[in-house]
């Protein structure tokens, strides 16, 4: 069935120093990819999100990459800071007949150590 | 700005409990969701609405049932709550324009006895 792998699960770097988590989808008909963060005992929260038809969109130190062809999308996060800890979903719709359903990976948590 | 709003934080019942778990939105959304978050799970859709009185299952429904009666509100229901059912719950809503955001609730940590 449709599925999506995050990668890694965990994850700690060193303040300043750059985090890239990694997904892979398998449905090819995707076609909207947004990331997640979930802070210690709160709501996951959109940071990012791109679309099929674009390769990379940055928004200040975060940015996310989408390869079409090999079915898999990256979260980069430069200059990392200690807030920047916390776990990161990544998610694919698949959209069809306006539902728009979300398939989401597992999550990774983001440790960064000041 | 989006408001997604969970009846309870936390909530505790015994085996074999009627439980009602309730969301409302503010947003004229079409769409409802709800997941529940284990750890390493990730979140995993139970069940989603995309209009009044409209359900489908995702890919945990088994003992749960969902009602939408107003376009704002979406329940969740335990029929018979199990041990295995302690989880996180997080209910969400999006427009159902294409690429739409989903915006979630704050959740609802459900611990059955």
């Known amino acids: 069935g ?54 990379e969109k940055k928004d200040q130190r975060i940015a996310v990459t989408l390869n079409k062809t ?9 200059e990392t ?19 728009y359903k979300y398939i989401f990976g597992t999550g990774t948590r983001l440790k960064v150590l000041a | 700005d989006v408001k997604v709003t969970q009846s309870s934080r936390y909530l505790v019942k015994r085996t074999g409990e009627k439980v009602f778990l309730e969301c409302v939105q503010d947003m004229d959304h079409e769409n409802m969701f709800w ?3 284990d750890p390493g799970l990730g979140l995993r859709l139970i069940y989603f609405s995309y209009d009044v009185k409209m359900k489908e299952k995702g890919d945990i429904p088994e003992g ?21 059912q302690t989880s996180m719950y997080l209910c969400a809503s999006n427009s159902g324009l294409a690429g739409d955001t989903q915006y979630f609730g704050p959740g609802t940590r459900l611990t059955v006895l």
């Open chain 1, 81 to 99: 800071q200690p807030e920047d800890s916390a776990v990161y979903f990544c998610a694919a719709s698949q959209g069809a007949s306006g539902t």
């Open chain 1, 2 to 55: 449709e599925n999506v792998e995050q990668h890694p699960s965990t994850l700690s770097v060193q303040e300043g120093d750059s985090a890239v988590i990694k997904c892979t989808y398998s449905d090819s008909a995707s076609n909207y990819f947004p990331w997640y963060k979930q802070e210690l005992g709160k709501r996951p929260q959109l940071i990012i999100d791109i679309r099929s038809n674009v390769g």
């Open chain 2, 35 to 37: 997941y529940r978050q």
């Open chain 2, 64 to 84: 749960y049932s969902v009602s939408r009666e107003k376009k704002e509100r979406f329940s969740l229901i335990l029929e018979s709550a199990s041990t295995n």
């Open chain 1, 70 to 78: 090999a079915k898999h999308f990256s979260l980069h996060i430069t």
